[in-house]
C-alpha cells in the first residue's frame, strides 16, 4: 500500500475544518490539503434538509442555525461565500410555563418573562452577579481568572443553589443550561460557564434574539451551505467522506493519517472533531497525559431537535411569536420552540428536547415523543398546532461522528488543571473545533475562529511563512494571555452599565418588596413595577 | 482471513477479565475462552517487578498492593491460588505535615495525627455527617439515594467547603481524595465519594491500615501472580497478549471482536477494561447514547508511584513506621509513603504522587522528581534518606492501556442520569472491571466482584446453565436493588456506633472550646482533650 503525500491533512469537515482548509488555501494555492471526514456529508454539527412544507417543499437546518451580529468570523465568511441572514421572528406574545405541570401558562409580549417581583429581583441579582464575575474572566487562560479553583471546584448548580432565592429562578436556570448547551447545571463547572458567558459577551447573548445576541439571524436556504460553499472553494476532490481517521502517528520527518482503507503522510495534521471523539483515535505516540485527561472529562450536550411545518403560521396570526420556554417540571418535553418560518413563508416551529429531557425521552417511540411534543404544542398554541404538515427531529445523540450537540463542555476541575493541553499543538498535530475558540465557543462563529487560528498556526510553523500584521495580531490576542485583558474593552464598557442598572433595579424592587412585607400590597408592588422597570425588563430574557 | 470462533472473548486480562474466565472456566471446563490484552502482560493496574534491594533483588507492586480481611472476593481468591497475605507494617512514629512548607512538622504514634483540637472536632463532625450520608446510600443504584440530585450535583470539593470549619481539615481531604482516587476534590461527584465509600464499608475503610480497612494487608511476592495464576488455571493458550481490541460489532448471530489483525467470533464479550478506555472501542451497533454520556464523564485518576530501596529500614530503627502524610502546600511531591519492606527483609519505602501534583510533578525530569521526593524523604526520616539503593517509579498515566490508576471516578450528574448503563449489558456485551463493583469498588477485590458477576451473567443469559442458589443471590444482591437496603445490615450496625461515640465527642469537645472562649484555656483543653479522647483518636486516622 502506497501512502499518498500531502501538506496538511484536515481531520472533519465540518465548518472549522473546512474554514481552515479554505484560509490555508487562500494564502497558498499551491499548499495540498486534504480534508477526512466520517460521515457521508460536510457540515458537522450543521445540517440542512429538505422537508415537505405548506408550499411543496423547503429547506430547514437540524443542526446549529443562528447566527449574531456580534459574531465577526462567521459574518464575515458569510458575506465572503455570497450567503445572506434574516432575522429570527420573534413578535408577539410568547408562552412562559414554570412551577409544574398545573401551574399557571403565562404569556409575555416584552423580552422577559411575567416574572413575579421576588423573581425577578432574584433573576436580577443572579444576573448582576454572573455578570460582574464575567466581566473578571480571563477566556484565553481561564486559571488566570481571580477565584478561579474556587469557580472551578463548583458546578452551575452549586452556584445557583447557593446564589438564587426562588425555586423558579432555578428551574429557569436549569432551562438555560439545557437550552444552550444541552447539559443539566450539575454536570458543569461554573468557570466554564463563565468563560463560555464570557467568550459570548455576557450572559445575556447566549439567551436572547435582540441585536448582538446568539439567536438574532438565520442563514437564507440553511447553514450547511456555509460548509458546502467552502468545500466548493477549496475543492471536492480534496474532501474525502466516509473516511472516519482511526490512528495519527507521527515521526521526525512525517504525520500519518490512518483511515480504515488508507494512510495520509503530510506535514501537519488539523483535528476538528469534538473532544470526545478526538479523545478516540489513536495517536503514536500518546498524546500528553494532561490533555488524555482533558478530553476524558469534557461531556457533550444532548439535543433532539425538531421541526414541525405547518399550512400556515396559525400562531402568528393569534398573537403569539412561537417561542415557547416550558420547565422541565411542567411534563412538557421541549425546553424551547421558535418561528421556523422559512423566508419563503412556509410555516414550521423549530423546537429543543434537551439534556436529563433527551435522555428521558429519547428512550421512547418516535411516535410517543412526536404525540407528547403536539400535544404540548396544543396546550400552549392552541389546538391548530395538530394539524401539522410534517414532524421531522434529529437526535444527535445518535448521529455517528457528533454523538451529541451542540457543544463539549468541561465537568469542575478541568480549567484549572488541565485547559492549557485545549489548543496547545502536539508535534504536528494542531486543535480546532469550537471548543478551542475564544470568542463566540460553542458556537459556528467559534468554529471557524478556531478553524482560522490553526490555519495560522499551520503556515507559521510548518510552511514558515511571514504572517501578515493582522494574522500576527489575530493569533497572539488567542495565545497570549497577558493582553487578554486588553481584549475585551468593549465588553466590559457593556457590563458595566449593564451592572449598575441591574443593581439599581434590584436595590429597588428590594425596597418595595420590604415595604410590602409590612403593607401587603403585593398587587400594587406587581403593578409599580410593570410600569416602572419596563426599560430594564427589555434588557432581560430567560 | 477465516475468524476463530469461540464462546466467549473477554476484553482486558486484568484481575477482573481473568476472574471472568476462571469462574466460567470452573462452572463448565468445556467452554471455549479466549481473553484479549492490549498489553504484553497480564495484570491491568497490577503490575510487580524485582527490584535491586538489600539481599540482591526482591520484588514489589508497582501497582495495586493491598487487600483487607474484609475484601472476602479477593481473600477467598488468594486462598484459592495458594498465596497468603502479610500485614502493612504500621509501627512507630508517623509523620504529619500540613499548612505549609515553613510549618511544623508533626509525628504521633497512635491511627490518628496530632491535630489541634479545633481540626480534630472538625475532623470528627464531617466524619460524623458523611457516615451518617454513607448510611443512606443505595450502592446498587445510587439514584435511589434519599436526596440524590442534591448529592450527586456537588463536587466533593463543594461539600467540604460548606461543612468544614477549618483550612487544616480542607487540605487533609485534599490529601485523601488524591491518596484514594488520584483526584482532586473538585472532579469528582459528592455522590459517587459516598457510593465509594459505602461499597467498602465506610470512609475510614478506605483510609486505614487497621484490621478490615484497605491497606490491611500486602500479598508475599506481588499482586500480580493472583492475575498469572489465574492465567495458568485458565490456560495460557487461552490469553493472547498485545492484542488490543479495536472493534465489537454485533449481529443476531454472533459478537466479532475485532483487533489490528483478527476477528473473533463469539457468543458473548466481558469488557473489562476501565471505562475511558472501553469508550475508545468502536461498537457497532452503537452503543446507547446513555452509555457514552457516562463513559466521556468517568476520569481516570493520575498516580505516580515510587519504591526506594534502602540497606536498613532505618526508619524503624530510629522509631518512625515510614508512614509520611504530606498536603499539598509543604512543596512536598509525594501525599503519602508507607513502610515496605519485603517479607524477605529488604527494606523499602513506597509513596505516591497523585493528583493535581502528578499533573505537575509529570512535566519535570525523572532526576528532578527523584531528587524531590529524595529531599523530602530526608527531611521527614532524616539524613539515611539519601543513601537509597534504587529508585523506581511508575507513572500510570503513561501505561499504554490503563492510562491512569487506581480508578475512575465520576463527575458531578453521571450517578443519577447515566448510572444504570454502567453494568447494563448491550446484546452480547457484558461489562466488567472493578468500576462495575458493588463491594470495594474501585479495589481488587471490585475487580475479582465485578469479574464473576459478569461470569454468572454469562452462565445465565448464554449458556442457559442453572445458576446455584449462592450464585442466583450474588447476581440479585448487585442486580436487584430493591433487596438493597437489607444487603448491608452489619454496616448500619458499624455507623451507628462510630456515629452516637462520634457526635457525643463533637459535643463535649464543642463546648469545651465554647468555654474556652471565654477563659482562654487553650493550652489546658489540648491536655483535656489528649488524655480524655484518646479512645475516640484510635478510631480516627487521615
Redesign the interface.
Known amino acids: 500500500m502506497t501512502a499518498e503525500i500531502w501538506d496538511v491533512v484536515v481531520v472533519g469537515a465540518g465548518l472549522s475544518g473546512l474554514s481552515a482548509a479554505h484560509w490555508l488555501k487562500k494564502r497558498d494555492a499551491t499548499m495540498k490539503i486534504l480534508i477526512l471526514e466520517g460521515k457521508d456529508r460536510v457540515g458537522g454539527r450543521t445540517v440542512t434538509v429538505k422537508l415537505p412544507a405548506a408550499n411543496d417543499v423547503d429547506r430547514w437546518d437540524l443542526g446549529g442555525q443562528w447566527v449574531g451580529s456580534t459574531q465577526t468570523h462567521v459574518l464575515k465568511l458569510i458575506k465572503e461565500l455570497g450567503l445572506e441572514v434574516y432575522p429570527q421572528f420573534n413578535m408577539g406574545r410568547k408562552v412562559h410555563h414554570m412551577g409544574g405541570p398545573t401551574s399557571k401558562v403565562r404569556t409575555y409580549k416584552t423580552s422577559i418573562p411575567t416574572l413575579s417581583p421576588v423573581v425577578l429581583m432574584d433573576f436580577t441579582q443572579i444576573l448582576w452577579k454572573i455578570d460582574r464575575l464575567c466581566a473578571t474572566v480571563c477566556v484565553q487562560d481561564p486559571s488566570k481568572t481571580p477565584n478561579a ?2 469557580l ?4 452551575l ?2 452556584y445557583i ?1 447557593k446564589h438564587a432565592w426562588t425555586a423558579e429562578l432555578k428551574e429557569e436556570i436549569g432551562l438555560c443550561s439545557r437550552s444552550v448547551f444541552g447539559i ?4 458543569m463547572s461554573f468557570l466554564f460557564f463563565l468563560m463560555y458567558a464570557t467568550a459570548a459577551g455576557g450572559l445575556l447573548k447566549l439567551l436572547e434574539s435582540t441585536p448582538g445576541c446568539a439567536q438574532e439571524f438565520k442563514i437564507k436556504g440553511g447553514t450547511q451551505q456555509l460548509s458546502e460553499c467552502l468545500a466548493d472553494r477549496v475543492g471536492w476532490k480534496n474532501v474525502r467522506l466516509g473516511c472516519a481517521v ?1 490512528a495519527i502517528w507521527q515521526d521526525a520527518e512525517w504525520a500519518r493519517v490512518v483511515t480504515a482503507t488508507d494512510t495520509f503522510l503530510c506535514r501537519a495534521v488539523i483535528v476538528t472533531c469534538p473532544p ?1 471523539l478526538a ?2 483515535i ?1 495517536y503514536q505516540p ?1 498524546l500528553p ?2 490533555r ?2 482533558l478530553t ?5 450536550g ?1 439535543m433532539i431537535k425538531f421541526i414541525i411545518t405547518y399550512k400556515t403560521a396559525f400562531w402568528r396570526e393569534k398573537g403569539f411569536s412561537g417561542e415557547i420556554v416550558a420547565g422541565s417540571s411542567t411534563e412538557c418535553p421541549f425546553c424551547v420552540t421558535f418561528d421556523a418560518t422559512s423566508p419563503f413563508g412556509n410555516a414550521a416551529l423549530v423546537g429543543f428536547i434537551a439534556g ?1 429531557q433527551a ?1 428521558h425521552w ?1 428512550s421512547k417511540e418516535v411516535g410517543e415523543r412526536k404525540n407528547a411534543v403536539l400535544s404540548s404544542l396544543v396546550k400552549y398554541l392552541g389546538p391548530e398546532a395538530a394539524s401539522f404538515i410534517h414532524y421531522e427531529e434529529k ?1 444527535w ?2 448521529e ?1 461522528y457528533s ?2 450537540c451542540p457543544v463539549n463542555v468541561m ?4 480549567l ?3 485547559h492549557p493541553s485545549l489548543r496547545k499543538p502536539f508535534g504536528r498535530i494542531h486543535w480546532a473545533g469550537t471548543e478551542t475558540a475564544t470568542q463566540w465557543c460553542g458556537y459556528m462563529d467559534g468554529a471557524v475562529q478556531a478553524g482560522q487560528r490553526a490555519a495560522l498556526e499551520v503556515l507559521a510553523e510548518v510552511s514558515h511563512m511571514t504572517l501578515t500584521t493582522e494574522e500576527q495580531e489575530e493569533l497572539q490576542c488567542i495565545q497570549n494571555v497577558k493582553s487578554a485583558s486588553k481584549q475585551r474593552p468593549s465588553s466590559k464598557l457593556v457590563y458595566l452599565p449593564t451592572s449598575k442598572s441591574v443593581v439599581i433595579a434590584t436595590l429597588t424592587i428590594g425596597a418595595v418588596l420590604l415595604l410590602a412585607q409590612h403593607q401587603n400590597t403585593v398587587l400594587k408592588i406587581k403593578e409599580y413595577f410593570t410600569n416602572a422597570f419596563s426599560p430594564i425588563k427589555h434588557k432581560l430574557l430567560l
Not at 184 to 187: C, K, L, Y
Not at 411 to 414: E, K, R, S, T, Y
Open positions: 479553583e474556587e472551578d471546584s463548583m458546578t448548580h452549586t443553589e443539566e447545571p450539575s454536570q482511526t470526545h479523545a478516540k489513536n500518546a497525559s494532561q488524555e485527561f476524558q472529562n469534557m461531556p457533550v444532548h436529563q435522555s429519547e437526535d445523540a445518535k455517528d454523538g451529541g465537568a469542575p476541575g478541568l484549572t488543571y488541565y
